[in-house]
């Protein structure tokens, strides 16, 4: 993930984008979320570590109430396209695959299953889960917000450690 990381932070860079708005962009993204914008911020870019924390928490939490109120509106329209049906029942599927610590453990559930910072988990996929379930969209979004937060605590924490070892 380092060098994905570092190719897509070179690139932007090299079009001249400031080095924030690449932490922005990069937390902004599904998949990389903020656990790789602030390892960006804080191991490839130097920034000051409190820097990288609140623009990687910002650009991963603004997508959060746009899944939340939309995404199975979207779903049902994508749906009704044959090209790209198959893969949001897909999507779906795999999404829902998820739900046992939801079912589990409720709301709490959502909140480990955003905060721990593993592949396959964090706010894109924890707010498409919570639409998916229907769960409340107001508890989903602040326990998105602070598993979000935990999840970048460990990040942050784990990259500064990384950048030391460097050194």
């Not at 044959?82 to 559930?109: A, M």
Request: aromatic share 12%; charged share 15%.
């Amino acid at each position: 993930m380092q060098e994905v990381c570092r190719t897509i932070q070179e690139f932007l860079t090299t079009h001249g984008i400031p080095d924030w708005l690449v932490v922005f962009i990069i937390s902004l993204c599904p998949i990389l979320e903020c656990r790789l914008g602030m390892f960006t911020a804080i191991s490839l870019l130097n920034m000051n570590p409190f820097l990288g924390f609140a623009i990687s928490f910002l650009g991963n939490i603004i997508p959060i109430p746009f899944i939340l109120l939309l995404i199975n509106q979207i779903f049902e329209w994508l749906k009704k396209i044959p090209v790209i049906n198959k893969p949001i029942y897909w999507l779906e599927e795999k999404t829902l695959k998820k739900r046992d610590k939801i079912d589990k453990y409720g709301i709490w559930g959502l909140l480990l299953f955003v905060a721990i910072p593993l592949p396959g988990t964090g706010a894109w996929t924890g707010s498409l889960l919570a639409a998916l379930l229907h769960l409340d969209r107001k508890k989903s979004f602040g326990v998105i917000c602070i598993g979000v937060f935990i999840a970048g605590l460990i990040i942050s924490i784990a990259s500064a450690v990384f950048n030391v070892a460097m050194y």
